[in-house]
């Protein structure tokens, strides 16, 4: 079985920006990248079409990165980096409270980033193959436990059918004697 490609968001405001990231995550990853300029938009991609990663600007218009961070990892956790162009430390401790795997502030260096990166998907990927492996692991359970019952029924029944047929075979002998 071949692994899908991941799904990458890009939440950014800057075009140029944007387009400097699109180029250097596909060249990075094999990877579905899809982007957008705002955190609403953001969210009702999401809706439809959930990403592995998320990568996001603290200050868009409307819904900041940090609540965009938090309504994505409430449904479901999965890496989230966050960069801002002049990080607060209120900025920086809120993202990371609300779950950011990283918090970058402009200019960063982009082979940081793109580590950062690789380091969430490949954690993603593991996480997703345990939680994958404990599915498989309690369906094995479950069939154990349920053929388990089924052999128990059935050694019941010959043991009635044998206890039975030992009833009948004394009740046999008793009279011949008699």
Do not use: W
């Not at 940081?112 to 380091?119: C, E, I, P, V």
């Not at 369906?139 to 047929?165: H, K």
Request: proline share 4%; hydrophobic share 45%; with cysteine.
């Amino acid at each position: 079985m071949t692994a899908r490609p991941s799904k990458i968001m890009l939440v950014e405001s800057d075009p140029r920006l944007l387009e400097m990231l699109v180029d250097s995550v596909t060249r990075r990853f094999d990877a579905q990248v899809t982007c957008a300029a705002a955190a609403e938009a953001a969210l009702d991609v999401e809706l439809f079409e959930p990403h592995d990663l998320f990568v996001s600007r603290v200050d868009l218009p409307g819904i900041d990165g940090i609540e965009l961070a938090e309504r994505v990892l409430s449904v479901r956790r999965r890496p989230f980096i966050l960069m801002a162009d002049h990080p607060t430390l209120a900025q920086a401790v809120g993202g990371l409270r609300a779950g950011a795997l990283d918090f970058f502030a402009k200019p960063f260096d982009l082979g940081q980033l793109l580590t950062a990166m690789d380091r969430g998907l490949y954690a993603y990927r593991e996480a997703r193959q345990q939680q994958q492996r404990q599915r498989q692991l309690r369906g094995l359970v479950r069939r154990v436990i349920r053929q388990r019952r089924d052999l128990n029924e059935r050694v019941d029944l010959i043991c009635r059918d044998l206890v039975g047929a030992h009833r009948r075979l004394m009740a046999r002998v008793l009279q011949t004697e008699a």
